[in-house]
């Protein structure tokens, strides 16, 4: 799906603002591409009542958020612990395997 900004699929990571005002950051779970809706899980925002909670959002409400490339381990341990969280075991696999890796350069 396609918004003015970018290119959106399933998993990436928005930032945005609610149809109430709340700042919101969180991932795309599904997509609508007929109405052109998302539906994000919240993980981060300004009303803490929506963290954790999937919301749906027009496309035009949300831009990609740019990941970074390098992580620290402890960054790199809080992405494991949702993408346990998530069920996302593709990610969880990729996550652990940069840990690993980051660990035996340590060694």
Known sequence: MVNNK???T???WVKGISRHGELIIGFI???SMVQEAVNVT???S???ELIGKTIP???KQV???PTGQTKDTEQLEFL???ALSTGDEAWFIELTAELNLRKQMVN
Request: proline share 0%.
């Open 42 to 44: 919240v993980v981060k």
């Open 29 to 31: 779970d599904s997509m």
């Open 63 to 65: 831009e990609s958020v």
């Open 46 to 48: 300004d009303n803490e």
């Open 80 to 82: 494991i612990d949702l």
């Open 6 to 8: 970018a290119i959106l």
């Open 10 to 12: 399933t998993s990436d």
């Open 57 to 59: 959002m027009s496309a």
